[in-house]
């Protein structure tokens, strides 16, 4: 909006006018409420009289025990409660420094000499080994044993002081903490039908087997695991078997954990291709972590024995397969 677009259109020229007069109007009477304040302020202020300021002047000018910058307490002549000394020369300084450390060390002293009266063989004038003499002793029937239990033995003692029940011992035998060893497991036979377990029993169980068979390094092993597992969990086995492999050094996967000491069956088979294959799918994400793990994942495929359509299906799955088929050829 600009003066000349005002003066031509006499319309706009008016409510400009208008306006104009609102703004002045809330101006003054916003002036008026200032004024308004300004005046009840000034009534408010207590103006001290000349004399008063006078004599406070006079008096902080023949006193010299009053200044204008001493607070209220000094003033007031405020003393403290009990009166504190300070040394004053050396011979006193070294004095309380002496005190201040009998002082700090007299609770130690007094903690160590309870800690030895508590020690003592001899507790309120009874002597420990009378005490220990009155104790009656419960022996079991029976020879002797030829060695008594060390401090260093981890095993419970080899003479109990006293009997306990069946039940007792059967409770014991269920808090003992079990060890994991490593040792090759008995084949099972090929009537022995695998146990009925659920997914998360299973999956728990496979994760237990991976982890034993790459510490015992035993190629037996690996088919025992198949033969302890329903034929749904075959494929999760390969899944996890494969995985591990693929991860690690190229030491575990030279120990072939997937190839097969029986003949194939058709479900045999199956599991193989859809293990591998759910590894496939994620092998070049992978390997953004695992340079090599294109290369181990074709070691482990190899040591399958795939035929040509099962390679070629499987490496159709992965997102570079022409690089994966040249590794599997």
Do not use: W
Not at 66 to 73: A, E, R, S, V, Y
């Amino acid at each position: 909006m600009d003066v000349e677009s005002i003066r031509l259109d006499p319309e706009l020229a008016h409510e400009t006018m208008v306006l104009l007069k609102c703004q002045l109007e809330s101006t003054k009477k916003v002036i008026k409420e200032l004024r308004a304040e300004l005046a009840a302020a000034k009534e408010a202020v207590v103006v001290q009289p000349p004399e008063a300021c006078a004599t406070f002047f006079l008096k902080c000018l023949f006193d010299s025990t009053c200044t204008p910058n001493q607070d209220d307490l000094e003033l007031r002549e405020y003393a403290t409660r009990s009166a504190v000394t300070t040394p004053s020369t050396i011979a006193e300084i070294h004095k309380a420094m002496d005190q201040a450390v009998k002082e700090k060390a007299a609770p130690v002293k007094d903690s160590y000499q309870h800690q030895v009266r508590v020690m003592s063989p001899e507790v309120h004038g009874v002597v420990v080994s009378e005490l220990v003499a009155t104790i009656p002793l419960v022996l079991l029937p029976g020879p002797l044993p030829e060695t008594c239990p060390t401090l260093e033995s981890s095993g419970p003692p080899l003479r109990p002081m006293a009997r306990a029940g069946p039940a007792e011992e059967a409770k014991a035998l269920e808090s003992r903490q079990k060890h994991l060893v490593f040792v090759p497991r008995t084949k099972t036979t090929d009537d022995a039908a695998p146990v009925e377990m659920t997914k998360q029993q299973a999956t728990k169980k496979i994760i237990e087997d991976v982890k034993e068979f790459f510490a015992v390094r035993n190629l037996d092993e690996a088919e025992v695991y198949f033969l302890a597992f329903p034929f749904a969990y075959h494929s999760k086995l390969v899944d996890h078997l494969t995985m591990r492999a693929v991860e690690s050094k190229e030491a575990d996967v030279q120990l072939q954990p997937l190839r097969p000491r029986r003949g194939e069956g058709t479900l045999f088979r199956c599991a193989f291709d859809e293990g591998l294959a759910s590894i496939a799918e994620i092998i070049d994400d992978i390997a953004v972590g695992v340079p090599r793990a294109l290369k181990y994942f074709a070691m482990v495929v190899k040591s399958v024995s795939l035929d040509d359509d099962r390679r070629t299906r499987l490496a159709s799955k992965a997102l570079d397969s022409e690089e994966l088929l040249a590794l599997l050829s």
